[in-house]
């Protein structure tokens, strides 16, 4: 199976758009009950999802080196990396927040962009399928894909001359991809489960951090070529969400003592 864009197009450039249409609608949606404005809304996620793109891209050029794909097409179509995504949501999501949706307590924005962010990632995976990245080994499998030249994982196995030719697709690999869109989702489907039986704003965005990167940093560990610092980057964050939650936990119940 050689994946190569939908219709021609290049797939994270065919996606993002929808992508955005339905991280927004979700959103405002699901907090139709708090009586949230929607214009302002619409314009804090979109402000916050050039931060998380600037974030997953510098973090992509951080963990490479700051090596740039070659030729640029392939760093435009792809090099995102999602824990800079990530952190920047956490670091600027805020902030924004703050002078934009100022009405919204930030503990119950935090809770519904984290389930937000479950399903709008599932949905990127797509573009790691048909782009080729966020694979694991080669494999010779019915359910293993190769990919075109040009594509991510192409580029990989040239670099590490596992090709006869530049002209040769890339060897079967594993399509980890859809390991990490499964995590997404089940993560998500929890977390909107969850929500209903919480005990405080602020805890469904806390179980984010530790069961969506939690997989996350596992499933790193299938990825080739591994990169160390993702998975370091995905754990860690998952052990400060299980930290901060404990800490939440137990001044809760020392204050209802």
Not at 45 to 69: D, Q
Not at 73 to 91: D, N, V
Not at 221 to 237: A, D, M, N
Request: charged letters at 15%.
């Amino acid at each position: 199976m050689y994946p190569s864009g939908l219709f021609g197009l290049d797939a994270l450039r065919v996606l993002i758009s929808p992508i955005a249409i339905f991280g927004i609608v979700f959103f405002i949606l699901y907090l139709r009950n708090d009586h949230i404005r929607a214009g302002r809304a619409v314009l804090l996620l979109l402000a916050i999802g050039v931060f998380a793109l600037l974030g997953a891209k510098l973090f992509s050029l951080h963990v490479r080196g700051w090596e740039v794909y070659e030729p640029l097409s392939s760093e435009l179509r792809g090099g995102l990396r999602y824990p800079g995504a990530l952190l920047g949501m956490i670091l600027v999501g805020p902030l924004l927040k703050r002078w934009i949706l100022p009405d919204l307590p930030l503990p119950r924005f935090l809770d519904v962009l984290a389930i937000t962010v479950c399903f709008c990632f599932a949905l990127v995976r797509f573009s790691c399928l048909m782009n080729g990245c966020c694979t694991g080994p080669e494999c010779d499998a019915i359910y293993c894909l190769s990919y075109e030249p040009g594509s991510q994982v192409w580029y990989v196995q040239l670099q590490q001359g596992l090709l006869d030719h530049s002209s040769h697709p890339s060897n079967p690999v594993f399509p980890l991809h859809f390991l990490f869109m499964a995590a997404s989702l089940g993560v998500g489907v929890f977390l909107m489960w969850f929500d209903t039986k919480r005990s405080f704003n602020g805890q469904i965005g806390l179980l984010f951090l530790i069961l969506h990167d939690g997989a996350k940093a596992i499933l790193e560990s299938f990825r080739v070529p591994y990169v160390g610092e993702l998975q370091l980057t995905s754990f860690s964050i998952s052990a400060a969400g299980l930290v901060a939650l404990i800490i939440v936990l137990y001044y809760r119940r020392v204050n209802s003592a």
